[in-house]
């Protein structure tokens, strides 16, 4: 059961911003950094943002991440086909062993 | 280039131990900052982080599976190895090998993040 919370799905046409979000808690976000992945149909999920907002090499600037408080967003702007996807967030949470947690994930389509 | 690839059995019965082996390249589990970790997807597509292996030998599991994992690391064959005992029909996933990195000014265990992972091996668990 993950423990924090995406919306199922959000759809946008092309070019258009589409934002997803991710709500936790104070032993999560609230206190550790969010990343987000990127999951195409069959292959492995894929490194979009890490440290809240930094992108590795190799990813499009369309892609953004920002964080407040206990909950963060992952914005994709200018959206294209080749965005559609499964989208992750994630984060280390702070029980006593901290394990590391995803989101809910969210299925974006471009309509 | 850094790549990781899992290998094992693509079916287990219940109550059999799972024994997985994730063999990288591109990156030696020595240097300072690096691990190597194994995440989970449900075939309903849930995320779940199993265990951790940093470069100086600690070891983090998820609290919830901790009595049935366990992670070991061979740095001079680029392989680590996760064994889960007890498999239940509820534990078939794909089982990802990742590449962790911590981040920059920061120290500790929460401080890495994944950014490779491999193609994934789906396992089955069924009698």
């Known amino acids: 059961q993950s423990v924090l919370t995406q919306p199922p799905s959000a759809s946008g046409t092309p070019g258009q911003r589409v934002t997803i979000s991710c709500s936790g808690s104070?032993?999560?976000?609230?206190?550790?950094?969010v990343n987000w992945y990127q999951q195409l149909p069959g292959t492995a999920p894929r490194l979009l943002i890490y440290?809240?907002?930094q992108r590795p090499s190799g990813v499009p600037d369309r892609f953004s991440g920002s964080k407040s408080g206990t909950s963060a967003s992952l914005a994709i702007s200018g959206l294209q086909s080749e965005d559609e996807a499964d989208y992750y967030c994630?984060?280390?949470?702070?029980?006593?062993?901290?394990?590391?947690?995803f989101g809910t994930g969210t299925q974006v389509t471009v309509l | 280039q850094i790549t990781l690839k899992e290998s094992g059995p693509t079916l287990v019965k219940p109550t059999q131990t799972l024994t997985l082996t994730c063999t990288f390249s591109?990156?030696?589990?020595?240097?300072?900052?690096?691990?190597v970790g194994w995440i989970r997807q449900s075939p309903g597509k849930t995320l779940e982080w199993l265990a951790l292996?940093?470069?100086?030998?600690?070891?983090r599991y998820n609290p919830s599976l901790k009595s049935r994992l366990t992670i070991t690391k061979d740095t001079s064959k680029n392989q680590v190895v996760l064994t889960m005992t007890h498999m239940d029909p509820v534990d078939t996933a794909t089982y990802y090998c990742?590449?962790?990195?911590?981040?920059?000014?920061?120290?500790?265990?929460?401080?890495?993040?994944?950014?490779?992972w491999g193609q994934g091996t789906l396992v089955a668990v069924s009698s």
């Open positions: 990742t590449h962790g990195l911590r981040r920059e000014a920061c120290s500790g265990g929460r401080c890495y993040y994944f950014d490779y």
């Open positions: 591109g990156f030696s589990l020595t240097t300072n900052g690096v691990g």
């Open positions: 292996i940093y470069w100086d030998d600690d070891m």
């Open positions: 104070t032993s999560n976000i609230g206190s550790n950094t």
């Open positions: 440290n809240n907002n």
């Open positions: 994630a984060a280390w949470s702070d029980t006593r062993s901290g394990p590391f947690v």
